[in-house]
């Protein structure tokens, strides 16, 4: 089946400053990369995603590139926010997840 | 985006007793639901996959004895925790696809179960 390696695990940036969260899949079929972001005890909200026809998708200060290739794809945010601070799930098709990072952006 | 309905939002139950949770698609018919369960600071982890008028598929490890899913109409999937014990207190989180094919899926609010 699907494995979703996720990377890193917790991640702390200074507000303004752009987080990359990196993930790897297995599964060469997988054609649709979501990401989310849950907020602590509330429920995962899809901010971005990715086909695996298109090679970057951008909305504001957020990105996703993917490498089919290589099996990866990533999250871009630039210009942090402290409200950008929740932890960030990968998916490839929409069952498989990855471990999460905890994203903080310190004011 | 699309609502999808969770409840209970929370429920205590005792040992042996079991609990029933809803996840409604309030305006999309949803073929395809999926049950996960999380662990405090953990990811999602699915649990089964169930399509309206069929038998869920459960994932390697749970228990479908255990873990009862039904997903009777396109709006409606229920899973069923059997016999709970305390080790079943987790956060149960369902999340619906819709049917005309879109990749998509949008989550409920999440079950907080707390097995006493």
Known sequence: ?107 | GAVVSQHPSRVICKSGTSVKIECRSLDFQATTMFWYRQFPKQSLMLMATSNEGSKATYEQGVEKDKFLINHASLTLSTLTVTSAHPEDSSFYICSAREVLGRTEAFFGQGTRLTVV
């Open chain 1, 1 to 107: 089946g699907e494995n979703v390696e996720q990377h890193p695990s917790t991640l702390s940036v200074q507000e303004g400053d752009s987080a990359v969260i990196k993930c790897t899949y297995s599964d060469s079929a997988s054609n649709y990369f979501p990401w989310y972001k849950q907020e602590l005890g509330k429920r995962p909200q899809l901010i971005i995603d990715i086909r695996s026809n298109v090679g970057e998708k951008k909305d504001q200060r957020i990105a996703v590139t993917l490498n089919k290739t290589a099996k990866h794809f990533s999250l871009h945010i630039t210009e942090t926010q402290p409200e950008d601070s929740a932890v960030y799930f990968c998916a490839a098709s929409i069952m498989r997840f990855g471990a999460g990072t905890r994203l903080t952006v310190k004011p």
